[in-house]
């Protein structure tokens, strides 16, 4: 099992994984961690919210369990389900066979055997190789009554079943929620939560990250891209690129073999880089040079 005893190893055992971090982060990492509170994390789509679970997951060999939550998510679908295709079945076999009591049906059809487990009831269960990190993703796309769900399953790590009673972990698991902010949630729940924004890296921190994600980029391409990038994000666009978004690009500029940025090659990729037709329509023509430009310029020494 990687070091957490202090923040820098787990900066290290996060950069081990290839995430690489700066000292506020890790710190609330660790915390976490050492005190077993789940991590709120909340910032940007891009930024590497999602990536923490799973270089924790990885680092700790830990099992990665993802709850990924979308609007009109429930209870039920987050903790279990009944598998009633086998349970019909099961009923017309004993219907067929004759002679089954009906309580003893009833306690053979709502057992572990038909219980279809979901994240949240996963996450509770015993493992072998420790207690599993549960990633909470985008828990601003769910509705408040889902929120008060997970107040009270975060506060007591246990959930309820009714044909099987209370599931309790008998260790709680390492939780990661995400939050893209597309609102804002409940402050109830971010008390339960070590809290973090994780903001667009720097310039030196960006190639840090490309390095280890990309470690095949020259270190002159890796240069341009990340200047180009965080350059770019200083327009106003309707959704400003991510550090996944810099890897991939940098990743589709090696496999067109190209050596340098120019604004032909920004044209033929900017699939990669940006998501919205308004947004590449807007660095047609000589608006990629424009930002090209003040992007070299901004790697001249001053």
């Known amino acids: 099992m990687s070091d957490t005893s202090n923040i820098d190893a787990v900066q290290k055992m996060l950069a081990d994984q290839g995430y690489v971090c700066g000292r506020a982060l890790g710190t609330v990492v660790f915390l976490a961690l050492r005190l077993g509170r789940p991590?709120?994390?909340e910032g940007e789509a891009g930024v590497g919210k999602t990536e923490i679970a799973k270089a924790l997951a990885a680092g700790l060999n830990r099992r990665l369990i993802r709850l990924q939550c979308y609007e009109g998510l429930d209870a039920a679908s987050a903790v279990y389900e009944w598998n009633f295709p086998a349970q019909m079945v099961a009923i017309r076999t004993a219907?067929?066979?004759?002679?089954?009591?009906?309580?003893?049906?009833?306690?053979?059809?709502?057992?572990d055997e038909y219980l279809v487990e979901r994240p949240l009831l996963q996450a509770m269960r015993p493992d072998e190789n420790g207690a599993p990190v549960l990633l909470i993703d985008e828990v601003d796309?769910?509705?408040?009554?889902?929120?008060?769900?997970?107040?009270?399953?975060?506060?007591?790590?246990?959930v309820t079943i009714p044909e099987l009673g209370s599931i309790k972990a008998p260790e709680p698991p390492i939780v990661v929620l995400t939050s893209n902010r597309t609102r804002e949630v409940h402050d109830a729940l971010k008390r339960r939560c070590l809290y973090h924004w994780v903001d667009y890296p720097d310039f030196d921190r960006e190639m840090e990250i490309l390095h280890a994600r990309a470690p095949e980029a020259s270190d002159a391409l890796s240069r341009e891209v990340v200047a180009f990038v965080q350059q770019l994000r200083t327009e106003d666009l309707f959704k400003k690129p991510g550090v996944a978004e810099t890897i991939d690009?940098?990743?589709?500029?090696?496999?067109?073999?190209?050596?340098?940025?120019?604004?032909e090659a920004i044209a033929d990729t900017l699939g990669a880089i940006l998501k919205y037709q308004d947004d590449i329509q807007k660095l047609q023509g000589s608006e990629a040079k424009r930002i090209l430009d003040q992007a070299k310029a901004s790697l001249e020494p001053a």
């Open 249 to 263: 690009w940098a990743k589709c500029l090696l496999a067109l073999d190209m050596i340098n940025l120019s604004p």
């Open 95 to 111: 219907e067929a066979a004759g002679g089954t009591k009906r309580a003893d049906l009833q306690a053979e059809l709502f057992s």
């Open 141 to 158: 796309r769910t509705d408040e009554p889902f929120e008060a769900f997970l107040l009270e399953a975060l506060s007591d790590f246990q």
């Open 39 to 41: 991590l709120f994390l």
